[in-house]
């Protein structure tokens, strides 16, 4: 745990290079440092502090949408347009001080299918399978490639930076003042908090796997794996059974309630008109 | 799998959408009426077990992975229903946090994964309860789903690129049928394993689950139903070819930056592939239109039957 200089006061930085923030009522007693719940590696960021952070999560997703949608809906991005926006979200990104590395490489995730796919985009045009009407489809159509590369690039960078930005409790109780159906904010709240313990089991069963039979391979180790995602529900259900018993025992009655308050200020409203005049800038110029 | 932006027509989008929309909403229903409160909460937890196995990766062809996709596996533990709303979850984190799979195609990875893969291996799991109660059949049934289910999802997005015009038909299907066909045997090995295990252990689970995910026949043609105005709608676009407009686009010089490798000018190519008029598209579309609706009759009638037959007179 250390400070830097170009910390907020309430904020510090991990061992694993994960950084917090702290809020104000125990940030200034180190032995209180750590009632907070850790993050996990995707929300490294989403606890600093930034302008971009303190836009209100409803209408960072309002505004995101708005892009996506400008974006995805309309017509292909001409090189231009795309510096622009590149542009425009590197520039949120370092607002927000979150390395740019760390959001761009995130978002090359969305690459391999992409490019999977629009590669052989082209050749839907093409007019039978000679050499001659292939290389004359690639010729003609290879904007169709940049095309859907751009558009899926942009797409997955915007909800990176929403998701990034917005630590997860905040990000679920906007989805539900958006009038997202309960069953599903409650399935939400379950992945948050319960995957990354799964995934701990997970990899523990098979570092035991490891040490006590390297060797195994073939059919047998099939069905290792088969009976360890076997014995993985079976602990899972009876602890959700469990897990439902405690949250009785503590008046739970089908709605999760949750401690953050959302407030809309002026400048949230700035920020949707904000991101549709940047759609209408796209779309329109 | 994961369908990213950019690659589906605005039309395709819409479609898709639509139907999810409906889908979903309907199974939301289905699980406040059914489901209390002890079922839901068990069953988000087994929504967060099936993202956690999704880290499970193994090798594919080639140097290549696959990661499991569960469709199968919920719709077997918890009905199809609420497989549709766990399996909605976890392509909705996926595309919000970890970039995999667009926001506007959301609707087609929903479609897809959640509401057709379920579907099919929910289908394919009960055809084999019904045929026979022995456990290997069962864990067969189980790999049978789950490698069904992914080849007809991944059938399903090779169709929504190929009407988006943004893929040759043959080719599309090819590649995906092959690849996923691969990746099937993962899937399939995964969830038959997970299967057995809890047959030999927690059997009751399986029981209660079946029990949970029984749903009258008045459903099943809902769903049916659903899919038939998604094929109904997406044949309607497909025809009318609403992507042109990409293509006046680019004519017209608007797109200025692309001049060098902009349309020939004459003739707008259409949002065919070579080999299939619009004609031969409308008809493969009213075949699956007419499989589905044939389906679903088929399916009442039986069920119409069943019922008349078990009852005691």
């Given amino acids: ?285 | 799998m994961h369908i990213p932006d950019g690659m589906l027509s605005n039309a395709t989008v819409a479609v898709t959408g639509a139907a999810s929309v409906g889908y979903v909403g309907y199974a939301v229903a289905w699980v406040r009426k059914h489901f209390d409160q002890r079922k839901i909460v068990l069953m988000a937890v087994t929504a967060a077990l099936i993202f956690a196995l999704q880290m499970l990766n193994f090798p594919v062809a080639g140097g290549t992975s696959g990661h499991f996709a569960g469709g199968a596996l919920a719709a077997i533990l918890l009905g199809p229903f609420a497989a549709a709303i766990v399996m909605t979850t976890v392509l909705m984190v996926q595309a919000l946090v970890f970039a995999d799979g667009g926001i506007l195609a959301l609707g087609a990875n929903v479609l897809n994964l959640a509401v057709i893969a379920p579907l099919v291996g929910w289908a394919v799991w009960q055809l084999a309860q019904k045929f026979s109660d022995s456990k290997s059949v069962k864990i067969t049934a189980a790999f049978a789903a789950a490698w069904l289910s992914l080849m007809i999802a991944a059938t399903a997005a090779a169709l929504e690129i190929w009407i988006s015009g943004n893929a040759q038909l043959g080719m599309v299907l090819g590649a995906m049928g092959g690849w996923h066909a691969l990746i099937g045997i993962g899937e399939g090995l995964v969830t038959a394993g997970l299967v057995a295990y809890v047959l030999q252990v927690r059997p009751d689970l399986l029981d209660q689950s079946n029990k949970a995910g029984n749903f009258s026949p008045r459903s099943v043609a809902i769903g049916f139903g659903i899919l038939a105005f998604i094929a109904a709608g997406l044949s309607f676009f497909a025809s009318s070819s609403p992507d042109g407009l990409e293509f006046v686009y680019f004519e017209e010089g608007v797109g200025v930056a692309f001049e060098e490798v902009s349309l020939v000018s004459g003739i707008m190519p259409d949002y065919m592939a070579p080999g299939l008029s619009s004609d031969a598209l409308a008809g493969i579309l009213a075949g699956v239109v007419g499989v589905i609706i044939t389906g679903v009759f088929l399916y009442a009638l039986g069920s119409a039957i069943r019922k008349r037959g078990g009852e005691p007179s």
Avoid: C
Avoid at chain 1, 38 to 65: G, M, Q
């Fill in chain 1, 1 to 285: 745990m250390s400070h830097s200089p170009e910390l907020h006061k309430h904020e510090h930085v991990h061992d694993d290079e994960g950084a917090h923030r702290h809020p104000h009522h125990h940030s200034h007693d180190e032995s209180k440092a750590h009632q907070h719940v850790h993050t996990l590696k995707f929300e490294r960021y989403t606890y600093l502090v930034s302008p971009v952070h303190a836009i209100d999560p409803r209408f960072k997703i309002v505004a995101a949408l708005l892009i996506v949608v400008g974006v995805v809906a309309g017509q292909p991005l001409r090189p231009l347009e795309f510096i622009f926006l590149v542009f425009v979200l590197a520039a949120i990104t370092l607002l927000a001080r979150i390395p740019l590395r760390w959001t761009f490489s995130r978002s090359l995730a969305v690459l391999p299918v992409a490019l999977g796919i629009a590669l052989f985009a082209p050749l839907g045009h093409a007019d039978g399978l000679s050499a001659s009407a292939i290389s004359e489809a690639y010729s003609e159509y290879s904007w169709l490639i940049w095309s859907i590369v751009s558009k899926a690039w942009v797409s997955a960078y915007v909800m990176l930076l929403v998701s990034s930005t917005t630590p997860m409790p905040k990000l679920l109780k906007a989805l539900k003042a958006l009038k997202m159906p309960d069953v599903f904010v409650t399935m939400l709240t379950f992945l948050y908090r319960f995957t990354d313990v799964f995934v701990g089991q997970l990899r523990s069963m098979r570092h035991a796997v490891g040490s006590r039979a390297p060797e195994l391979g073939g059919w047998r180790l099939i069905r290792l794996y088969g009976n360890l995602a076997g014995n993985l529900f079976i602990r899972a259900y009876e602890r959700g059974e469990r897990i439902y018993a405690a949250m009785v025992s503590r008046g739970y009655t089908g709605v999760l309630p949750t401690a953050e308050e959302l407030t809309a200020r002026p400048t949230d409203w700035l920020v949707v008109i904000t991101a549709a005049l940047m759609v209408a800038v796209v779309m329109l110029y």
